[in-house]
């Protein structure tokens, strides 16, 4: 009887930590944002509203069928910043989903990484998840570095760094994640944490 909570706690901590490599709503529900609390460095009542944000933003993606192909958006929120990433067919539609994200309650900035083209393929879909895997890896293990303080969004060899962090921790990962061979660039998307 108690193996089901557990299973569903490990998913919660999991799912909010930044370990999906294409995280489009953080949060999971009502008992995830209060698991991650203690891993998360937003405040809960933050947490909450990133989430109402993201379930907002994708309701006006799909108000909107920008959700569907040719378009390919993807979005991250942290700490009321919006992160777009994908490929779009035409510059309107790309001004047309940062408006959406804008539009979204609590949300303070917006960083539009979406590129006018076509839809990434297979292989480099396949190979962003593997870059990910390779990044998030070197920065587990990297000494007096914790990792779970940091969301991570690989977009054709991008990699997107989010999270709250002090100055040292975004010096490792910056330098960390540079040093991972496919990177072609290291975005900083990081805010001061601490004194």
Do not use: A, K, M, R
């Given at each position: 009887m108690l193996l089901k909570p557990l299973l569903i706690s490990l998913t919660a901590i999991t799912l909010l930590s930044g370990c999906v490599a294409a995280p489009v709503v953080i949060g999971a529900g009502v008992g995830a944002g209060a698991m991650a609390i203690s891993e998360d460095r937003r405040s809960q009542a933050q947490v909450a509203q990133d989430d109402a944000a993201a379930q907002r933003i994708n309701e006006l993606l799909a108000q909107q069928k920008l959700n569907a192909s040719p378009n390919r958006i993807r979005f991250t929120v942290y700490n009321g910043v919006v992160l777009l990433v994908g490929q779009v067919p035409f510059d309107n539609i790309r001004a047309l989903a940062h408006q959406a994200a804008q539009s979204a309650p609590g949300i303070k900035?917006?960083?539009?990484?979406?590129?006018?083209?076509?839809?990434?393929?297979?292989?480099?879909?396949?190979?962003?998840?593997y870059l990910s895997s390779k990044v998030r890896t070197k920065l587990a293990t990297t000494r007096d570095f914790k990792s779970k303080h940091l969301t991570i969004v690989v977009e054709n060899g991008s990699v997107y760094l989010m999270g709250l962090m002090t100055t040292e921790e975004q010096r490792i990962a910056v330098a960390v994640t540079r040093d991972v061979d496919g990177v072609k660039r290291v975005v900083r998307i990081m805010e001061n944490w601490g004194a």
């Open positions: 900035n917006v960083i539009n990484e979406l590129t006018v083209g076509s839809e990434l393929t297979l292989t480099q879909i396949t190979e962003d998840s």
